[in-house]
T-cell receptor, first 117, second 109 residues
Framework: GAVVSQHPSRVICKSGTSVKIECRSLDFQATTMFWYRQFPKQSLMLMATSNEGSKATYEQGVEKDKFLINHASLTLSTLTVTSAHPEDSSFYIC?????????????FGPGTRLTVL | GQNIDQPTEMTATEGAIVQINCTYQTSGFNGLFWYQQHAGEAPTFLSYNVLDGLEEKGRFSSFLSRSKGYSYLLLKELQMKDSASYLCAVATAGNKLTFGGGTRVLVKP
């Protein structure tokens, strides 16, 4: 149980276009989903916390108008990278926390590798 | 601010034991996680400590000392497939996880 999927797994786009990444909890309801980015040989950096039905909370230094997050249901959150540029190329990973479970464990999706040309 | 430190790289021989240390200074503490991550893949959960002491799970053990802001992950009977990055992460307020830089472990035959 506790499976999180992401789609797409890889995406290549031209500079200036927008890319949407989906994160789904497949067999549980996720009160909260988190979005991370990871540059090569570096650790995960939290970008934002997404709660179902409310606005996302962004970490310091993350532009909310560039990285649009929508958490429309208890099983789906989306991250849209708007007007993508080469410096946005990264590995984007989402995670989900199980609803009503006090334990802080997060379940991670397989990641989406974004390459902006 | 949050500060989590762990060594960048470690090398060990197949069958041996390796200990990965993690020190942290965070505002708030709701537990410490260890994750394993293979290149290009998502992190997978290894262990969780919220109270002081040692948690053992098969070949992997994790230790926590809250007063010292210190944890370690012990990998025993190393196998080639254990070559990966190991991430120390502290849970803070709002159920957020703050990750250390990760330790790349290379297991040699």
């Amino acid at each position: 149980g506790a499976v999180v999927s992401q789609h797409p797994s890889r995406v290549i786009c031209k500079s200036g276009t927008s890319v949407k990444i989906e994160c789904r909890s497949l067999d549980f309801q996720a009160t909260t989903m988190f979005w991370y980015r990871q540059f090569p040989k570096q650790s995960l950096m939290l970008m934002a916390t997404s709660n179902e039905g409310s606005k996302a909370t962004y970490e310091q230094g993350v532009e909310k108008d560039k990285f649009l997050i929508n958490h429309a249901s208890l099983t789906l959150s989306t991250l849209t990278v708007t007007s993508a540029h080469p410096e946005d190329s990264s590995f984007y990973i989402c995670s989900a926390r199980i609803r009503d479970r006090g334990f802080n464990e997060q379940f991670f999706g397989p990641g989406t590798r974004l390459t902006v040309l | 601010g949050q500060n989590i430190d762990q060594p960048t790289e470690m090398t060990a021989t197949e069958g041996a034991i390796v200990q990965i240390n993690c020190t942290y200074q965070t505002s708030g503490f709701n537990g410490l996680f260890w994750y394993q991550q293979h290149a290009g893949e998502a992190p997978t959960f290894l262990s969780y400590n919220v109270l002081d002491g040692l948690e053992e799970k098969g070949r992997f053990s994790s230790f926590l000392s809250r007063s010292k802001g210190y944890s370690y992950l012990l990998l025993k009977e190393l196998q080639m497939k254990d070559s990966a990055s190991y991430l120390c992460a502290v849970a803070t307020a709002g159920n957020k996880l703050t990750f250390g830089g990760g330790t790349r472990v290379l297991v040699k035959p």
